[in-house]
């Protein structure tokens, strides 16, 4: 298989991904988008290793499942603690921070 | 000689021990405290009689000794030991300064006796005798410079000694301030002598810096420099032309204070600084003869201010004034006329402190009245202070046996020795000191006549005049006797010119213009003329209680000759106007500047807060943008690198 195809998928998934954290309002959505994100960005780096013969890219892709994984419990706790104060789990509700 | 010197420092150390007590004890010293005053000064008094008798048993050449205590500072090529120098100059200065100052101090026991805070006036007292010791017998010019600030601390707290609970309380405060801020002016200049000293001959210790090597290594611009900031630092503490506003208004202080520190020695200190710094004046011939125009100037001022006071205090001040004026025009003349300007300040210092304290002593019969056109035939009821007043007064108007012709009679006679290429100058001092010594009959007599002379009495009706308690009459009765005789027991056969040769070295004597017994007899004629004048005006005539309108001379005199306005208009309102231009200057050029730079800053704030909308996919887009444009700017760059 010619390498250009996994890094096609890949960037084809991570665009996915990009496009939905940037137009979904739904946080648990934007959250997929992310998850799908790191998940291409991942699927890079496997195959840059296999490219070049060696480990360092696997490695780096266990480091962002791990990552991702203490990344999901933070966001969900955060996610679900806003949805009960502001009855919402739209990320554009969540707007205090203007400037 | 050797034997006593370790006596020397406690001359400085017993009043100041004295002042600590005073001050620090509190009330628990109110009971005593005026004794230890005086004690304190008393001893000091001793110690220099001791030390001087020592020094008369000494061979003339080794009278001057400098007596090393301790390195006081030593910084980089600055070594400054902290010492004491005696020789017959400031011998003569600790026997004046603790003498009349004991007797003043006696004085004041009973002066005070209803103050409440007389601890803390005795107090103040010792520490000006400790600060006026330390200045004439310091053996450099950085502790002379702590003596100078000294007297001149002790002398705006007693001037303002009476700044509560009386109705001229606020007079006298501001009458502190403005001595001390004049005093400020002629500090300066000290400070600037003594950083030109220092960098012309590298020291600031007298037996350094005037010696003939360091003399005469500096350039004559240097040492004209030095001669002036020398002489504007005497003006200021000897109220000499143009700083001379202050000591009129000093006299709000009590009367023995003026007569310690505004008559005998504090502003004697600037004529001690002239003739201790002679080496350097007489290399810069420009700056001495400044000194004697200054004195010049200064005696015909203080003369002329003197006879249009009616009160007896102010009077008294502006003969101060004029008499300093004589010995700054001595100390000018070079060797001639040192030894007569510190023989003219010694006598001075015993006459006008009589003069002060008979002041005193008829205030304190007048319910504190200082008016002379309210006194008048006081001398049945106060027969002590008429007399002992009335040989000061012969002192002062020069009158041969008393104290005041052999001085005043030696700078008369050296203001006509002719100055070699500037035949001028004989004559011009030489007429100057003679008119001064007229108007100085004049003024004085006006003084004596209007306050113990004439037929009627001027009071008011329910005064009961008396002589004062034997406390304050005795020390009038030593000072009376000082007056009378000082002068003839000093000043025949030159005792004290051969006394002070040592210091101030050997005069060649030269001829002045006129023969002696023609000046003698001439400046005799004017003085009598002079007082008869003042006689017949104020002793045969009956004296106005309201003073008359007068010449415009007089009442010019009455208002110091303007010198209050003249400093106003040349002084205060141009600082006034400079300080009007910075602080607008800082508000409007400086404050705006500065306040342009948080505006801006503010400004772009403003402006980049619209991006922070508090949208997350906002920020999400702008990131995504922001790498996107990255990559692009990354892979034209290396597609362009390639392509060459």
């Given at each position: 298989?010619?390498i250009?195809?996994?890094?096609?998928?890949?960037a084809?998934?991570?665009?996915?991904?990009?496009?939905?954290?940037?137009l979904?309002?739904?946080?648990?959505?934007?959250f997929?988008?992310?998850?799908?994100?790191?998940n291409?960005?991942n699927l890079?780096?496997?195959?840059f290793?296999?490219?070049?013969?060696?480990l360092?890219?696997?490695v780096?892709?266990?480091?962002?499942?791990v990552?991702?994984?203490?990344?999901?419990?933070?966001?969900?706790?955060i996610?679900?603690?806003?949805?009960r104060?502001r009855?919402?789990?739209?990320?554009?509700?969540?707007?205090l921070?203007?400037? | 000689?050797?034997?006593?010197?370790?006596?020397?420092?406690?001359?400085?150390?017993l009043p100041?021990?004295?002042?600590?007590?005073?001050?620090?004890?509190?009330?628990?010293?109110?009971?005593?405290?005026h004794?230890?005053?005086?004690?304190?000064?008393?001893?000091s008094?001793?110690?220099?009689?001791?030390l001087?008798?020592?020094?008369?048993?000494?061979?003339?050449e080794?009278r001057?000794?400098?007596?090393?205590?301790w390195?006081?500072?030593?910084?980089?090529?600055?070594?400054?030991?902290?010492?004491i120098?005696l020789?017959?100059?400031?011998?003569?200065?600790?026997m004046?300064?603790?003498?009349?100052?004991?007797?003043?101090?006696?004085?004041?026991?009973?002066?005070?006796?209803?103050?409440?805070?007389?601890?803390?006036?005795f107090?103040?007292?010792?520490?000006?005798v400790?600060?006026?010791?330390?200045?004439?017998?310091a053996?450099?010019?950085?502790?002379?410079?702590?003596?100078?600030?000294?007297?001149g601390?002790a002398?705006y707290?007693l001037?303002g000694?009476?700044?509560?609970?009386?109705p001229?309380?606020?007079e006298?405060?501001?009458?502190?301030?403005?001595?001390?801020?004049?005093?400020?002016i002629?500090?300066?200049?000290?400070?600037?002598?003594?950083?030109?000293l220092f960098?012309?001959?590298?020291?600031?210790?007298f037996?350094?810096?005037?010696?003939?090597d360091a003399?005469?290594?500096?350039?004559?611009?240097?040492a004209t420099?030095?001669?002036?900031c020398?002489?504007?630092?005497?003006?200021?503490?000897?109220?000499?032309?143009?700083?001379?506003?202050?000591?009129?208004?000093?006299?709000?202080?009590p009367t023995?204070v003026?007569?310690?520190?505004?008559?005998a020695?504090?502003?004697?200190?600037?004529?001690?600084?002239?003739?201790?710094?002679?080496?350097?004046?007489?290399?810069a011939?420009?700056?001495?003869?400044?000194?004697?125009?200054?004195?010049?100037?200064?005696?015909?001022f203080?003369?002329?201010?003197?006879?249009?006071?009616?009160?007896?205090?102010?009077?008294?001040?502006?003969?101060?004034?004029?008499?300093?004026?004589?010995?700054?025009l001595a100390?000018?003349?070079?060797?001639?006329?040192?030894a007569?300007?510190?023989f003219?300040?010694?006598?001075?210092?015993?006459?006008?402190a009589?003069?002060?304290?008979?002041?005193?002593?008829?205030?304190?019969?007048?319910?504190?009245?200082?008016d002379?056109?309210?006194?008048?035939?006081?001398?049945?009821?106060?027969p002590?202070?008429w007399i002992?007043?009335?040989?000061g007064w012969?002192?002062?108007?020069?009158?041969?046996?008393?104290?005041?012709?052999?001085?005043?009679?030696?700078?008369?006679e050296?203001?006509?020795?002719?100055?070699?290429?500037?035949?001028?100058?004989?004559?011009v001092?030489?007429t100057?000191?003679?008119?001064?010594?007229?108007?100085?009959?004049?003024?004085?007599?006006?003084?004596?006549?209007?306050?113990?002379g004439?037929?009627?009495?001027?009071?008011?009706?329910?005064?009961?005049?008396?002589?004062?308690s034997?406390?304050m009459?005795?020390?009038?009765?030593?000072?009376?006797?000082?007056?009378?005789?000082?002068g003839?027991?000093?000043?025949?056969?030159?005792?004290?010119?051969?006394?002070?040769?040592?210091?101030?070295?050997?005069?060649?004597?030269?001829?002045?213009?006129?023969?002696v017994?023609?000046?003698?007899?001439?400046?005799?004629?004017?003085?009598?003329?002079?007082?008869?004048?003042?006689?017949?005006?104020?002793?045969?005539?009956l004296?106005?209680?309201?003073?008359?309108?007068?010449?415009?001379?007089t009442?010019?005199?009455?208002?110091?000759l303007?010198?209050?306005?003249?400093n106003?208009?040349?002084?205060?309102?141009?600082?006034?106007?400079?300080?009007?231009?910075?602080?607008?200057?800082d508000r409007?050029?400086?404050?705006?500047?500065?306040?342009a730079?948080?505006?801006a800053?503010?400004?772009?704030?403003?402006a980049?807060r619209k991006?922070?909308?508090?949208?997350?996919?906002?920020?999400?887009?702008?990131?995504a943008?922001?790498?996107?444009?990255?990559?692009?700017?990354?892979w034209l760059?290396?597609?362009?690198?390639?392509?060459q």
């Amino acid at each position: 298989m010619d390498i250009t195809n996994y890094v096609v998928l890949a960037a084809v998934l991570f665009a996915i991904g990009a496009t939905t954290v940037l137009l979904r309002r739904n946080a648990i959505v934007v959250f997929m988008g992310v998850e799908l994100m790191l998940n291409a960005t991942n699927l890079a780096f496997v195959t840059f290793a296999r490219m070049h013969g060696d480990l360092t890219g696997q490695v780096l892709a266990f480091f962002v499942m791990v990552v991702a994984a203490a990344e999901v419990v933070v966001g969900l706790a955060i996610i679900v603690t806003i949805f009960r104060t502001r009855r919402s789990a739209s990320v554009d509700d969540v707007n205090l921070l203007r400037g | 000689m050797n034997d006593v010197i370790g006596l020397a420092p406690w001359l400085v150390g017993l009043p100041l021990i004295g002042a600590a007590i005073l001050l620090l004890g509190g009330k628990a010293t109110d009971r005593w405290g005026h004794w230890l005053g005086v004690a304190a000064s008393a001893a000091s008094a001793v110690i220099g009689f001791i030390l001087m008798f020592r020094m008369i048993g000494t061979p003339a050449e080794e009278r001057s000794i400098d007596h090393h205590l301790w390195t006081w500072l030593s910084a980089g090529g600055l070594d400054v030991d902290l010492g004491i120098r005696l020789d017959p100059l400031s011998l003569t200065f600790v026997m004046l300064v603790t003498f009349v100052g004991t007797l003043i101090h006696v004085y004041s026991v009973a002066y005070m006796d209803h103050d409440p805070h007389r601890r803390r006036f005795f107090g103040y007292l010792n520490l000006f005798v400790a600060a006026m010791l330390t200045l004439v017998l310091a053996d450099s010019y950085l502790l002379l410079f702590v003596g100078w600030e000294g007297v001149g601390l002790a002398s705006y707290l007693l001037i303002g000694f009476w700044d509560t609970g009386r109705p001229s309380a606020r007079e006298n405060a501001v009458a502190a301030k403005k001595a001390f801020v004049m005093n400020r002016i002629g500090d300066m200049g000290l400070i600037a002598a003594m950083a030109l000293l220092f960098a012309g001959t590298g020291a600031l210790d007298f037996g350094t810096t005037l010696s003939d090597d360091a003399v005469g290594s500096l350039s004559e611009p240097t040492a004209t420099a030095i001669g002036l900031c020398l002489l504007l630092a005497a003006c200021g503490k000897s109220a000499q032309f143009p700083l001379q506003a202050w000591l009129g208004d000093a006299m709000a202080g009590p009367t023995p204070v003026s007569a310690l520190i505004h008559a005998a020695t504090m502003v004697t200190a600037g004529v001690y600084l002239m003739v201790r710094s002679g080496p350097i004046l007489e290399a810069a011939p420009t700056a001495q003869l400044v000194v004697v125009i200054v004195g010049a100037v200064t005696l015909l001022f203080g003369a002329v201010v003197g006879t249009a006071k009616d009160d007896i205090k102010k009077a008294l001040a502006a003969s101060t004034m004029s008499q300093i004026g004589y010995m700054m025009l001595a100390a000018g003349l070079g060797p001639a006329g040192y030894a007569f300007a510190i023989f003219h300040l010694l006598t001075h210092g015993f006459f006008k402190a009589g003069l002060f304290l008979g002041a005193g002593s008829v205030m304190h019969a007048m319910d504190d009245q200082t008016d002379m056109r309210r006194f008048g035939g006081l001398s049945r009821f106060l027969p002590i202070t008429w007399i002992t007043m009335g040989l000061g007064w012969l002192a002062i108007l020069g009158i041969p046996p008393f104290s005041g012709f052999w001085s005043k009679d030696g700078i008369i006679e050296a203001a006509f020795m002719p100055v070699e290429g500037q035949p001028w100058r004989a004559w011009v001092f030489g007429t100057v000191a003679v008119l001064g010594a007229a108007i100085t009959a004049f003024y004085m007599t006006r003084l004596f006549f209007m306050t113990f002379g004439g037929r009627r009495p001027r009071w008011a009706e329910n005064q009961h005049p008396h002589e004062s308690s034997p406390l304050m009459w005795w020390p009038l009765v030593f000072l009376g006797v000082g007056s009378a005789a000082l002068g003839a027991v000093l000043g025949i056969g030159g005792t004290f010119v051969t006394w002070l040769e040592p210091v101030v070295g050997h005069a060649e004597h030269h001829e002045p213009v006129l023969p002696v017994p023609v000046i003698i007899t001439a400046t005799l004629v004017v003085v009598v003329l002079g007082a008869l004048l003042a006689f017949r005006m104020y002793a045969v005539s009956l004296v106005p209680e309201e003073a008359p309108r007068g010449s415009v001379l007089t009442r010019a005199a009455r208002r110091d000759l303007y010198q209050d306005a003249a400093n106003e208009t040349l002084v205060l309102k141009p600082a006034h106007g400079v300080a009007r231009l910075v602080q607008v200057g800082d508000r409007d050029v400086v404050d705006r500047g500065w306040g342009a730079l948080p505006q801006a800053v503010s400004w772009f704030g403003a402006a980049f807060r619209k991006a922070q909308s508090g949208y997350v996919r906002s920020y999400a887009a702008g990131m995504a943008g922001g790498v996107l444009v990255i990559a692009v700017v990354v892979w034209l760059v290396a597609g362009l690198g390639g392509a060459q």
